[in-house]
Nanobody, 124 residues
Framework: QVQLVESGGGLVQAGGSLRLSCAAS????????MGWFRQAPGKEREFVAV????????HYADSVKGRVTISRDNAKNTMYLQMNSLKPEDTAVYYC?????????????????WGQGTQVTVSS
């Protein structure tokens, strides 16, 4: 079992930056691939960025590529999402997720554990 807690969300103006964190507890963090997903009102949950167990492989959604960076610190059991040049369309609840695999996946259904989410609101 893995417990995930996100933090770092908030209200920011367009063009601003936020850094989200996901703290994990429970089973060994390093054996899980991790990901960030988001869900806006009235929309389905979508992939933002994912990272494999060691941090050597990452994938980004086209909508955020070049503006966000996913990383992890296995010694601290924490994953991060640095978001820059934020746009109003980035407004959503952001969730971190853990997958019982060393390899990352962009498919939400392939993740076994989820955090409660953190709200990111970008004003124009």
């Amino acid at each position: 079992q893995v417990q995930l807690v996100e933090s770092g969300g908030g209200l920011v103006q367009a063009g601003g930056s936020l850094r989200l964190s996901c703290a994990a507890s429970g089973r060994t963090f390093s054996i899980y691939a991790m990901g960030w997903f988001r869900q806006a009102p009235g929309k389905e949950r979508e992939f933002v960025a994912v990272i494999n167990w060691i941090g050597s492989t990452t994938h980004y959604a086209d909508s955020v590529k070049g503006r966000v960076t996913i990383s992890r610190d296995n010694a601290k059991n924490t994953m991060y999402l640095q978001m820059n040049s934020l746009k109003p369309e980035d407004t959503a609840v952001y969730y971190c997720a853990a997958r019982q695999s060393l390899a990352a996946s962009t498919t939400p259904n392939e993740y076994n554990y989820w955090g409660q989410g953190t709200q990111v609101t970008v004003s124009s």
